[in-house]
């Protein structure tokens, strides 16, 4: 019997760490903005009346949410195992994006209750201070997008989930000078409850991808884009696999898959190869580093196996 455990190197790449002027440094600069525009967005809302500011602000002030989860969920995920904490606090972050969301999700439906009561029954607003507020939202949100452009967001999870943010925080405060400059141009008061009603959509869409991915980590699915049954199947082609049973495929946390499966070889096949061959495989499918795979031998099927009768000799 070989045991294996696969503890190589995981390439998690956190927000939080860089060299020079790296995607953790993007992070700060944007959540410091993101709460001076929180807060300019409320002001604004408050002296104009606008819903669609109200609105606008909540979002960016749950991207400032976002991204300081992102830095914590960074500095918490580097702390070592310890303990009963055999994985560290690798699903702090998982917790904390789902508590999040699910507040979100709440909230944007007493905006959305507000919007349509507007609707019905429209309140003067200031589209002009809407617009100019609008136009600062734009600006302020488009930096913290060609930061994490420059400190290559793409290249890194928890980075590249912000950029999104930020990436629906521009429109959103485009939907919000719309809304102003037609109130100002033609006194159209419902453009503004209209607005709000598109952020409320935004917000919720990208609440309920969190509520899906972080459940899916909870539950202890299989990842995005796992097939466990086929992943079984190419395991068990593997030369000298008989049987391939309590496979489990799951997530430690996001961008962290973890496998375990017990693989049984026929007799005479070498362990040791076939633990190599199975760890190819699961290189070649799904790239997950992190493999507790147990290694028995069929005895009984090698008892099964009949010896060889020497030849009777014949008589003289």
Excluded: K
């Amino acid at each position: 019997m070989a045991h294996h455990h696969g503890h190589a190197h995981h390439g998690h790449a956190h927000g939080a760490h860089g060299h020079g002027f790296s995607a953790g440094c993007a992070l700060w600069i944007s959540l410091a903005l993101t709460l001076l525009l929180g807060v300019i967005q409320v002001g604004g809302a408050v002296a104009f009346d606008s819903l669609a500011l109200v609105s606008d602000a909540i979002h960016n002030l749950s991207d400032a949410v976002a991204v300081g989860l992102a830095v914590g969920a960074a500095w918490l995920a580097g702390l070592p195992p310890r303990g009963a904490r055999t994985f560290g606090y690798r699903r702090a972050e998982v917790l904390a994006a789902l508590v999040n969301a699910a507040f979100l999700v709440v909230l944007s439906g007493v905006l959305a209750w507000e919007a349509i009561g507007r609707l019905l029954d429209p309140r003067p607003v200031n589209g002009g201070g809407v617009a100019v507020i609008g136009l600062v939202a734009i600006v302020l949100n488009l930096i913290p997008v060609l930061l994490l452009l420059r400190a290559g967001a793409r290249r890194n999870m928890n980075a590249q989930a912000t950029l999104l943010h930020f990436a629906s925080d521009v429109l959103s405060s485009f939907a919000a000078l719309v809304a102003g400059l037609v109130i100002a141009v033609t006194g159209w008061e419902r453009a503004d409850p209209i607005a709000s009603l598109l952020v409320v959509a935004l917000i919720v869409a990208a609440s309920a991808r969190v509520l899906r991915d972080a459940t899916r980590v909870l539950l202890e699915q299989a990842p995005p884009g796992v097939d466990p049954d086929a992943l079984g199947r190419a395991i068990a082609g593997v030369p000298g696999v008989c049987d391939v049973h309590d496979l489990h495929v799951w997530q430690i946390s996001d961008g962290f898959p973890a496998l375990s499966a017990h693989v049984v070889v026929d007799p005479g096949v070498d362990p040791h190869a076939t633990l190599h061959a199975v760890q190819g495989v699961l290189q070649a499918h799904c790239a997950i580093d992190h493999t507790t795979i147990q290694i028995d031998v069929d005895h009984a099927r090698g008892l099964r196996i009949q010896p060889r009768l020497s030849q009777p000799q014949e008589a003289p």
